[in-house]
Structure formats: C-alpha cells, structure tokens
C-alpha cells in the first residue's frame, strides 16, 4: 500500500528557530513536493524534487529551503521561523514518467510559530 | 502560469442527494490534466477523480462525475447520492501535460462539502 509519511501532525516553534519538516514515502517515487495550506488559499507549491539532490523552486519558496540526500526522503527547512509560516504542510510524492501521475499526500504538519 | 479558481467556499448537501463544486481554470496549455482531490477532516488527501484534457469523453468513477467544457474551461464535480463519508474540503487541480511539468499541481481554493443525515 502506498505510504507517505511526515514526522509530525502538530508542531509548535518560536520565532527565529530553525524548523525541520520531514517526508518519507516508501514507493520509490522519483517527484516530491511541499505545499503550504492556507484558508481560502488552497495549496500552493513552497520546492519540489524530481531526483536525489535535485530541487527546484515552487511559488512560493521565500524563507524555505529544502534537502533531498535519499530518494524517499524529502526535507522542509525553515531557516528562521516567523509567525506568517504558521500553517499546514503537506508534503506529496508521484512516480516520474507516464502521461499523468496521481499526487499521494502525507498526512501533514501543523505548524505554530509562536 | 495557470491559475484554477474554485467560488465556492462552503456547500451543503442532504444525504442521497446529487451536488455539484465549480470549478474553472486559466491557462494557455492545450494538452493538460485535471483533478479532484478529496482531503476528509483530519485526514489524508485522496485522488477522486481525474480527466484528460484531449478526452472529450467526462470521466466518471462510481458516484462521482465530472462536466468537463475545455472551451469554457470549466471543470464541475458532481457527487450523487451523497453520503456522510462525502463531508471533506475538495480541490481542483491542474497539471500541464509533459515531462518538463514534473507532475505540479495547481490548486484551487477549496470547497467544504457538509453531507447532512
């Protein structure tokens, strides 16, 4: 069965931490994703990574960085956290190749800057 | 870049009942994809249903259909004989068709569906 997951469903920070936000999917998939999830905002794309160590940026990717050492692990770095990064994160995985691939979500973080 | 708009926030239904979410796009592709994800209160976000843009031919799977109208680019999910396990936030979802698209989505804003007993 296909699995995403993400380190943690709820996350509380101060402002000014460096922030890690883990995904793992154990599908062998080539492409993964983060989104950010904002009322009324839907989900906008923050990085995505179509290899190992290949990262490109989404639309919005302003105070995020990301890192991807290993094919299943995909990682959501906040340098310095501030209180408008408070917000769902969900992280998502597909298969390279073939005419149109489904997206498969983690379970996301919720994320408190305080 | 493509933008997929979704108008309505909230929508209601009673059980067994058929509802529709709206959903429109802009773009300039001619060969695309597009979706309906379903994300269940506290829960993951699922695949309902998808559609190829060269199709002329609606997709449907089960209970749920869609009205694609490439010209008009709109592209509607209608839900029959709704069901409680229907209440979720549905998104509408765009992706350019190619290699070079990696699999990006673009996303709506959202619909909450309520299925009322």
């Known amino acids: 069965d296909v699995k995403v997951t993400q380190s943690s469903r709820y996350l509380v920070k101060r402002t000014g931490e460096k922030v890690f936000l883990e995904c793992v999917q154990d599908m062998d998939h080539e492409n993964m994703f983060w989104y950010r999830q904002d009322p009324g905002l839907g989900l906008r794309l923050i990085y995505f990574s179509y290899d190992v160590k290949m990262k490109e940026k989404g639309d919005i990717p302003e105070g995020y960085s990301v890192s991807r050492e290993k094919k299943e692990r995909f990682s959501l770095i906040l340098e310095s956290a501030s209180t408008n990064q408070t917000s769902m994160y969900l992280c998502a995985s597909t298969p390279g190749g073939g005419p149109y691939n489904e997206q498969f979500f983690g379970p996301g973080t919720r994320l408190t800057v305080l | 870049a493509q933008t997929v708009t979704q108008s309505q926030p909230e929508m209601s239904v009673q059980e067994a009942e058929t509802v529709t979410l709206s959903c429109t796009y802009d773009t300039s592709e001619n060969n695309y994809y597009l979706f309906w994800y379903k994300q269940p209160p506290s829960r993951q976000m699922i695949l309902v249903i998808r559609?190829?843009?060269?199709?002329?031919q609606n997709a449907t799977e089960n209970r749920f259909s869609v009205n694609f109208q490439k010209a008009a680019k709109s592209f509607s999910l209608k839900i029959s004989d709704s069901q409680l396990g229907d209440t979720a936030m549905y998104f509408c979802a765009f992706m350019k068709a190619g290699g070079t698209s990696y699999g990006k989505l673009t996303f709506g804003q959202g619909t909450i569906l309520t299925v009322h007993p």
């Open positions: 559609q190829e843009a060269y199709k002329q």
